[in-house]
């Protein structure tokens, strides 16, 4: 990739990705469910390859140049995600299986251990269930008890609900940092500071930030912090928890095993330091490695200029969608403060329906609930469709959902009049 000003950035970018140039129904692929999974550019795709073709080694075990490589690469990439969001140590840093393992890790690590009943865990409505089931689980377990923060008219995080909330009761506060459906980008280091004055934690859920802002946990001040690598550029099954260095120290493990062990007897044993201590087992090693890959690439074109690009991607999304008849976007109507998707819908038609006839016209995009239920409750919406937007996505390809978007909508406009 070789990044020039006079370009867009996706022109720039898609010859990375080679899945991008294939025809899907005789037409061009235009992807755009990139909130449920990015694609992978080839310097992902080759480290992957790399690793099993000269590397492949178990980690932190063996003594020969094999393993100590593949330990080099693993331990390699935790400093590379450590930069990237800023932590203050690399022990800060726990490779998990994605965001829900890591949000399960603090449920099962530290909920157990610290919530008493009647304490208070403060969600809000937009969670995915990934942040909500968890506390679900880990609340009848305790007998903490779950608080939503509602949104405001405008679809947004209600900060004055949220601050009502807050009491010297709440323990925990959990919220995702973009909503996966309403688009919003939520005030979390506003939240944290609010909640830190009350003495609570705040765990944010940032699977749908990491991988298109500029995340700084340090100044954000979270107490812990999620991402999932599938959506950032990353292979499936390799995400990340940050936590404060004491307050990780201060947990017990959540799963034990291989690798998470100082001394074992028979009878009892002692863990390993952090960030060991919480990646119990072999872990998922050439994925780690190819996270560190998928954080060089995107560091490589730098995230304020992927966050400056995808801004002005959005608000031609949003303008053009607003030409559709009866479309009802959700969320934030203002393009600036929203991330780069949005979910719709369109008069009766069923969002299945959409999406079956824009794959007929090679666009991808999602519809269902998107593991948002109880938000698509709230809004009063079965289901919406939902086009989410990437760094490698055109104009013209939003022009070419579009057009096939409005032939949809007039189709099924004309059958149920
Ligand atoms: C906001 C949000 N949180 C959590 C997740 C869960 O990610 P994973 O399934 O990789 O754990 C998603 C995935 O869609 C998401 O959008």
Not at 82 to 103: C, D, H, L
Not at 290 to 315: K, N, P
Not at 323 to 343: C, E, F, M, S
Not at 375 to 403: M, P
Request: with cysteine; glycine share 6%; proline share 4%.
């Amino acid at each position: 990739m070789t990044i020039t000003q006079e370009k867009p950035l996706a022109a720039n970018v898609r010859a990375d990705f080679p899945i991008l140039h294939q025809q899907i129904n005789g037409k061009p692929l235009v992807y755009l469910d990139n909130a449920a999974t990015s694609q992978k550019p080839i310097a992902v795709l080759d480290t992957l390859r790399h690793y099993y073709e000269f590397d492949n080694a178990n980690v932190h075990r063996g003594v020969h140049t094999l393993s100590s490589r593949a330990t080099d690469a693993y331990e390699g990439s935790r400093d590379k995600v450590a930069a990237f969001v800023n932590a203050a140590s690399r022990q800060e840093i726990i490779f998990t299986r994605n965001a829900t393992e890591a949000i399960n890790l603090v449920g099962y690590s530290w909920g157990v251990a610290n919530l008493q009943p009647g304490d208070e865990i403060i969600l809000t409505v937009m969670e995915h269930h990934s942040n909500l089931i968890p506390w679900q689980l880990i609340a009848q377990r305790t007998g903490a008890v779950l608080k939503f923060v509602e949104l405001t008219e405008s679809e947004e995080f209600d900060f004055n609900h949220f601050k009502s909330l807050l009491s010297d009761k709440t323990r925990l506060v959990a919220v995702v940092h973009v909503s996966n459906t309403l688009g919003c980008i939520n005030p979390v280091k506003e939240i944290c500071a609010e909640a830190h004055r009350d003495g609570a934690k705040v765990l944010i859920d940032a699977s749908q930030a990491v991988p298109h802002l500029q995340v700084d946990v340090q100044d954000m001040d979270c107490d812990w912090l999620v991402a999932t690598g599938h959506k950032m550029c990353g292979p499936t099954g390799i995400g990340f928890l940050y936590g404060k260095l004491e307050l990780l120290r201060s947990m017990p493990p959540f799963l034990g095993g291989g690798e998470m062990i100082a001394d074992v007897f028979l009878d009892h044993s002692t863990y390993a330091d952090l960030p060991h201590k919480f990646e119990a087992g072999t872990p998922a090693i050439s994925e780690a490695i190819a996270l560190g890959a998928a954080v060089d690439y995107l560091t490589s074109i730098g995230m304020d200029t992927i966050h400056a690009y995808e801004q002005q991607l959005t608000d031609y999304l949003l303008e053009q969608l607003e030409q559709v008849p009866t479309i009802r976007i959700y969320g934030p109507k203002n393009g600036r403060d929203r991330a780069a998707l949005a979910a719709f819908t369109a008069g009766d038609v069923h969002p299945h329906d959409l999406s079956t006839i824009l794959d007929q016209a090679g666009v991808a995009i999602r519809a269902g609930h998107h593991c948002t239920q109880p938000l698509h409750r709230y809004l009063g919406a079965q289901s919406t469709a939902r086009a989410s937007l990437y760094f490698y996505n055109t104009r013209e390809e939003i022009d070419v959902f579009i057009a096939t978007l409005k032939e949809a909508v007039e189709f099924f406009g004309s059958i149920f009049g």
